[in-house]
């Protein structure tokens, strides 16, 4: 799969696992952080659903909290993730 | 609040379509608040039942953080979400986290409590049937502790939506009644 097209699906993912009814693909700068204040504002419990996602959709296992921080900063590093660990 | 309409002070201010349920009740008052998405049916109907209230009792507002205390109880608890908790991880066999915060149904009152910045009592009970008896022996105690006002609820959600929330004052207020058994079952129409 090409990276523009795993961005896309990822985001869809994103938006269905953690009920983001009111965001759309669009709304997701790729670079943006997907924490905290600005980009689409997730929390801690949100956080856990992404681990959830990539296990999920990409049989991908996030086990290490550290690691956690760098894999899920934004759209970008999820992908990178994924692309890296993808079996 | 009914599976189909909800009732303020004797009055229908909304009817239900099956496909809008609560969410199209929430897109109806106007409300922004992305995080209602996310919460389960508990906490979108105690949410919404309370931001009603706040527009038919606005004094509400200029209560103290800590002057509103929350008095709920139901005769379901959270079971309906514990349900969807156990098919995540059971047939699933993915643990769905955002599930999980929502399986205890003192959670609701949190998320009111978020949402208003209140910081006053909160206390939820289980009873088989609507009983009064807690909302009045509990209320005096915490309008003795200071607490401005009480907001009662009953909230089941699972088989049908049964929901009522009221608020009782420490000081009168014009239009209010005297808190008995009788008007509490009164709300409930309760015969």
Known sequence: MARVELKEELKDHIIEQLNLEDVKASDFVDEAPLFGEGGVGLDSIDALELIVLLEKYYQINVTNPEEGKLVFYSINSMADYIEQHRK | ?191
């Open chain 2, 1 to 191: 609040m009914t599976g189909d309409k909800v009732i303020v002070n004797d009055q229908t201010v909304w009817e239900a379509s099956p496909e809008t349920g609560l969410t199209g009740l929430y897109k109806e008052l106007g409300l922004e608040y992305p995080k209602f998405y996310k919460m389960d049916q508990l906490s979108q109907a105690a949410f919404l039942a309370v931001e009603l209230l706040l527009q038919a009792a606005p004094a509400l507002k200029e209560s103290a953080d800590d002057g509103v205390a929350l008095l709920f109880a139901n005769a379901e608890s959270s079971s309906a979400t514990d349900a969807r908790f156990r098919k995540s991880y059971e047939e699933d066999r993915l643990p769905s986290p955002s599930l999980f915060v929502y399986t205890l149904p003192n959670i609701a009152l949190g998320e009111i409590a978020i949402r208003n910045k209140w910081y006053g009592e909160h206390m939820f009970g289980f009873f088989p049937n609507f009983t009064p008896d807690f909302y009045m022996a509990t209320s005096e105690i915490m309008l003795q502790q200071g607490s401005e006002a009480v907001i009662g609820g009953w909230l089941n959600v699972r088989d049908q939506r049964d929901v009522l929330v009221f608020v009782l004052w420490a000081a009168p207020q014009e239009g209010a009644v005297r808190l008995t058994e009788a008007t509490l079952n009164n709300l409930m129409h309760i015969d």
